[in-house]
């Protein structure tokens, strides 16, 4: 079961870059890492993907060392409206025993 | 394009009491799953579709919870009958068929309170 671990909280100002690392000791060969960000009374929005190495789209980068132990969703220059919670997820196959959101990380934008 | 919608947004029921949840997924996603949050807890994977075929339903509490998509559109998630544990917030979730690296590409509904008084 690739578990992740998450700062519960994170607050972060107008205008910097906020970074969210999550550790997955036990990830897997064909394990993908994926973040999502979620909003109260929302669902989960899918983030970003990635595999290895970096991985940028018009949201947010992610960065994957060479062990993928771990990832850092980076996010340049938050605005108030990125305070959300945000969930790093391992795994490849849905199931009861590969997909674990975890408690998430919740991020507060400060004006 | 339409997002995943899901009705109702907010239930009420009693205890012992029957309800029926219905989800419907983005156009041409063949992919559905639900998912729930009780109270307090982390989203919880229930199951999963592929078109009209349960794929993993190794989520589902118990026999009280029945899913369905017949045809392979939208879903139904019911319980029958309702105890207080289950209340909490239900996500539907729909990813486009699958492809190497998107399967937790999903797409998720807003949700469906569910209170069990």
């Known amino acids: 079961l690739a578990k992740t671990t998450q700062p519960i909280s994170m607050d972060s100002y107008e205008g910097q870059e906020v970074n969210i690392t999550c550790s997955h000791n036990?990830?897997?060969?064909?394990?993908?890492i994926t973040w999502y960000q979620q909003f109260p009374s929302q669902g989960p929005r899918f983030i970003i993907q990635?595999?290895?190495t970096k991985v940028t789209n018009e949201v947010a980068s992610l960065f994957i060392p060479a062990d993928r132990k771990s990832s850092t969703l980076s996010l340049p220059r938050v605005s108030l409206s990125d305070t959300a919670v945000y969930y790093c997820?391992?795994?490849?196959?849905?199931?009861?025993?590969?997909?674990?959101f975890g408690t998430g990380t919740r991020l507060t934008v400060i004006p | 394009e339409a997002g995943v919608t899901q009705f109702p947004s907010h239930s009420v029921i009693e205890k012992g009491q029957t309800v029926t949840l219905r989800c419907d997924p983005i156009?041409?996603?063949?992919?559905l799953y639900w998912y729930r949050r009780v109270m307090g807890k982390e989203i919880k994977f229930l199951l999963h579709?592929?078109?009209?075929?349960?794929?993993?339903e190794s989520g589902m509490p118990n026999n009280r919870f029945l899913a369905e998509r017949t045809g392979g559109t939208y879903s139904t998630l019911k319980v029958q009958p309702a105890e207080l544990e289950d209340s909490g917030v239900y996500f539907c979730?729909?990813?486009?068929?699958?492809?190497?690296?998107?399967?937790?590409?999903?797409?998720f509904g807003p949700g469906t309170r569910l209170t069990v008084t």
């Open positions: 979730a729909s990813s486009h068929p699958s492809l190497a690296g998107t399967t937790y590409e999903q797409y």
């Open positions: 156009s041409g996603h063949d992919n």
């Open positions: 579709f592929v078109k009209e075929s349960k794929q993993d």
């Open positions: 997820l391992v795994g490849f196959q849905t199931g009861a025993n590969n997909l674990f």
């Open positions: 990635g595999y290895k």
């Open positions: 036990n990830i897997a060969t064909n394990d993908y």
